[in-house]
């Protein structure tokens, strides 16, 4: 016989509702667990992660602005089958971003930051916001995280974040390409490539974008949680800011290496205009890009713009996760 007293039962993260049976063990209430369980679903979804990651991100792209360019920059050149891309123009970061600011002004490093910054706030908001969201829907306490669960985690926020993202990545790109020769601003150039290219335009290489981001999130986020856990466990640091610091260089460092590569191909396959009146494309897909690089510029080809790649992932997510870190820390 069941007491018409409710006892309750409370954990740090979830109060726990039961019936106490007359000398018996407290049952649980089966529409009272039905609903804690959609609480719990509910309370995984908050708010505070994807405000965080998009403040963070735009914070973070600020900083590396101008070595991403030099990235794009790198990455362009050298195109045998591209006449205007044919020239090795920079021999390396510091030469280009020398060259760059003597040629085209200082003004030239920041070519493309509006539509970088608008992708970050989307992507990065998006991102950051669905891995944690997806976290916490798997496991309810950090501490309960596997590898397998954040790369998965990682992964799918990864591709949802960035097919969404992917017309302000394309128009990044074109932009850093070709530093003060487009005019128009950033509405005048998304204009452009949607009257000339048409939807398409926005999305191309998509797949290639996906990929990409798959990759860079599915490494970068699950090693910083992965890296932070373990340096907080041993006891070497506490969960401060040196902690972030080597944790964020260490995700750094695995997202350039594993991402470089397909960084080629993805730039430039978005930097290629779409032909009309039945030319033909420098490349007719992702792996012809790709083959084409190898075959024509050997396999480090792929690793071009590996420094500057790294040189920014590194202060990335360094700046970042600061930034994110303490953000969590503001209460209200």
């Known amino acids: 016989m069941l007491l018409p007293s409710l006892r309750c039962f409370s954990s740090p993260d979830t109060l726990h509702l ?12 089966p529409h009272l667990a039905s609903e804690q369980k959609g609480e719990s679903i509910m309370s995984a979804l908050n708010w505070k992660p994807f405000i965080y990651g998009g403040l963070a991100s ?6 590396t602005f101008p070595i991403d360019l ?3 920059r790198l990455q362009v050149q050298g195109q045998v089958n591209d006449a205007k891309y044919k020239e090795i123009r920079y021999r390396g970061m510091v030469h280009a971003l020398v ?9 030239a490093l920041y070519s493309g930051i509006a539509p970088a910054m608008l992708r970050q706030a989307s992507y990065g908001t998006i991102k950051i916001g669905t891995y944690q969201s997806l976290k916490r829907m798997f496991v309810e306490r950090p501490e309960d995280e596997t590898l397998m ?9 990864g591709v949802i974040s960035s097919s969404i993202a992917n017309p302000t990545d394309v128009l990044k790109i074109r932009m850093q390409a070709q530093g003060s020769v487009i005019q128009g601003g950033m509405m005048g150039n998304f204009i452009q490539i949607y009257q000339k290219e048409g939807t398409k335009g926005l999305w191309k290489a998509i797949s290639l974008t996906a990929q990409r981001a798959a990759i860079v999130v599915g490494v970068e986020l699950p090693v910083y949680d992965l890296t ?7 006891g070497f640091m506490g969960d401060t800011v040196y902690t972030h610091f080597l944790s964020s260089f260490t995700c750094g460092l695995a997202g350039a290496l594993a991402s470089n590569p397909i960084d080629v191909v993805r730039t430039r396959m978005m930097n290629q205009r779409s032909q009309q009146h039945g030319g033909h494309s420098n490349y007719k897909g992702t792996l012809d890009c790709l083959l084409q690089t190898w075959k024509n510029e050997g396999f480090f ?17 360094i700046i970042f996760f600061l930034t994110y870190e303490q953000l969590k820390k503001l209460d209200f």
């Open 228 to 234: 932070k856990k373990h340096i907080i466990m041993s």
């Open 301 to 317: 080809a792929l690793y071009k713009g590996f420094w500057p790649n790294w040189l920014r992932l590194g202060p990335w997510n």
């Open 99 to 107: 060259r760059i600011c003597r040629e085209e002004g200082l003004k």
């Open 70 to 72: 030099t990235k794009t």
């Open 149 to 157: 669960i954040n790369v998965l985690c990682g992964i799918l926020s």
């Open 18 to 29: 039961t019936a106490k049976p007359a000398g018996g063990v407290p049952l649980p209430l």
């Open 58 to 63: 735009i914070t973070a792209e600020c900083g």
